[in-house]
């Protein structure tokens, strides 16, 4: 994975960039360098160092890094996210001269062209924006904070709502959805080969009284997952499936997704880039499957084929001005940059292990 430096570098083929569109989430802003490592040293002198490389890496890099940036738009569904995020960027231009101008606003990806809209700005009309990075999933904000219910190692309410004003919960799901729903969920999104006794068994607690907070379902997993499945940790890992595949199903993530991606594609000036951090493969399917509709090309197509010479003249000069491009695919739309996405190194993963399924992909407009 990327470093902030280099995925705010990479955005932008342009020389004088309009807008970097940015999830402001405040510890998912790349997460790929938020949390340190136990196998790091623990000395005073390098956890004031990480403590100091974490401050850089949230959205201040982008602008600190980029001052001919003109215009900086967060969108998060998460109010505290958001806040949080607007008082840590207010910061950054009280410390420096800029004229960029920051909107922060809450509302979802999919929502970007009513939102470019609303900031009432001329330049930000339709197909004008430069860069545009999504950072997907959950904060480490989310993750750590038990009331939200995303994990799995504390108690708190089924709750799992990205957006607190959304009212479908993960309680709602597991107490009164059709059984045959809660197992498709857990199959298709969980990804969870023990789907059908599972889904009997939360079929069976409604008749109990039902489940109402994450204990109560983490004692179904447990009860439920065979012992020689990895002891502790094999039903943890049961439960980190189940509690993902409820996270997808309360938010619409999916369909969110595939419908975020073509609105902020539409919104590319061409030459414009769209950067995708995902964490799990359903994402990385969709954003993989969605660049390639989009571009109207073929995973097995080659470089060579049907591009024109204007088209191969442009590929060659972006590997050739940019070293982290290796195989790209070209279509009629766009070309895609990343024919295999861009993965953490292993300092990365030393710095923050939550980063060790990211996985970064970035399409360029024509």
Same mark, same amino acid.
């Given at each position: 994975?990327?470093?902030?430096?280099?995925?705010?570098?990479?955005?932008?083929?342009?020389?004088?960039? &309009?807008?970097?569109?940015?999830?402001?989430?405040?510890?998912? *802003?790349? !997460?790929?360098?938020?949390?340190?490592?136990?196998?790091?040293?623990?000395? #005073?002198?390098?956890? %004031?160092?990480?403590?100091?490389?974490?401050?850089?890496?949230?959205?201040?890099?982008?602008?600190?890094? /980029?001052?001919?940036?003109?215009? +900086?738009?967060?969108?998060?569904?998460?109010?505290?996210? !958001?806040?949080?995020?607007?008082?840590?960027?207010?910061?950054?231009?009280?410390?420096?001269?800029?004229?960029?101008?920051?909107?922060?606003?809450? !509302? *979802?990806?999919?929502?970007?062209?009513?939102?470019?809209?609303?900031? $009432?700005?001329? /330049?930000?009309?339709? %197909?004008?924006?430069?860069?545009?990075?999504?950072?997907? $999933?959950?904060?480490?904000?989310?993750?750590?904070?038990?009331?939200?219910? +995303?994990?799995?190692?504390?108690?708190?309410?089924?709750?799992?709502?990205?957006?607190?004003?959304?009212?479908? #919960?993960?309680?709602?799901?597991? *107490?009164?959805?059709?059984?045959?729903?809660?197992?498709?969920?857990?199959?298709?999104?969980?990804?969870?080969?023990?789907?059908?006794?599972?889904?009997?068994?939360?079929?069976? %607690?409604?008749?109990?009284?039902?489940?109402?907070?994450?204990?109560?379902?983490?004692?179904?997993?447990?009860?439920?997952?065979?012992?020689?499945?990895?002891?502790?940790?094999?039903?943890?890992?049961? =439960?980190?499936?189940?509690?993902?595949? @409820?996270?997808?199903?309360?938010?619409?993530?999916?369909?969110? @997704?595939?419908?975020?991606?073509?609105?902020?594609?539409?919104?590319? %000036?061409?030459?414009?880039? @769209? =950067?995708?951090?995902?964490?799990?493969?359903?994402?990385?399917?969709?954003?993989?499957?969605?660049?390639?509709?989009?571009?109207?090309?073929?995973?097995?197509?080659?470089?060579?084929?049907?591009?024109?010479?204007?088209?191969?003249?442009?590929?060659?000069?972006?590997?050739?001005?940019? =070293?982290?491009?290796?195989?790209?695919?070209?279509?009629? *739309?766009?070309?895609?940059?990343? &024919?295999?996405?861009?993965?953490?190194?292993?300092?990365?993963?030393?710095?923050?292990?939550?980063?060790?399924? =990211?996985?970064?992909?970035?399409?360029?407009?024509?």
């Amino acid at each position: 994975m990327a470093t902030i430096s280099k995925i705010s570098s990479l955005l932008f083929s342009s020389s004088k960039p &309009k807008l970097i569109h940015h999830i402001l989430s405040p510890s998912s *802003n790349l !997460r790929t360098l938020t949390t340190a490592s136990s196998r790091i040293t623990k000395t #005073k002198k390098t956890e %004031a160092a990480l403590a100091k490389e974490k401050r850089r890496t949230r959205s201040d890099k982008v602008i600190r890094g /980029h001052p001919e940036l003109k215009y +900086f738009v967060g969108m998060d569904v998460d109010p505290v996210g !958001r806040d949080t995020a607007q008082s840590r960027i207010s910061s950054v231009l009280d410390d420096r001269e800029s004229s960029v101008k920051v909107f922060t606003v809450l !509302r *979802n990806f999919r929502h970007i062209k009513s939102v470019l809209r609303g900031t $009432g700005e001329e /330049h930000l009309g339709a %197909a004008s924006i430069d860069g545009i990075l999504m950072d997907l $999933g959950m904060s480490s904000m989310q993750v750590d904070d038990p009331q939200r219910g +995303f994990s799995v190692l504390g108690d708190g309410p089924l709750d799992m709502r990205m957006d607190p004003q959304a009212s479908l #919960k993960a309680e709602d799901i597991l *107490n009164s959805w059709p059984d045959t729903e809660v197992g498709r969920i857990l199959r298709d999104y969980g990804e969870e080969s023990n789907w059908r006794t599972l889904q009997k068994k939360i079929v069976l %607690a409604r008749l109990e009284g039902g489940l109402h907070s994450t204990t109560d379902l983490l004692d179904l997993i447990q009860r439920v997952t065979p012992g020689m499945k990895g002891g502790r940790q094999g039903w943890i890992k049961t =439960a980190t499936r189940v509690f993902q595949a @409820l996270r997808i199903a309360v938010n619409d993530e999916l369909k969110t @997704l595939e419908d975020s991606l073509y609105s902020c594609f539409d919104c590319l %000036a061409p030459g414009g880039r @769209l =950067a995708v951090i995902s964490f799990h493969s359903l994402e990385d399917r969709i954003v993989k499957q969605t660049f390639l509709n989009i571009i109207k090309g073929n995973e097995d197509m080659g470089e060579g084929e049907s591009c024109n010479s204007d088209l191969r003249k442009m590929i060659d000069e972006i590997k050739e001005k940019e =070293a982290w491009i290796r195989q790209v695919m070209p279509g009629s *739309n766009g070309i895609i940059l990343t &024919k295999r996405p861009i993965t953490p190194s292993e300092d990365e993963e030393n710095l923050n292990r939550r980063s060790r399924s =990211a996985k970064l992909r970035v399409i360029q407009k024509l």
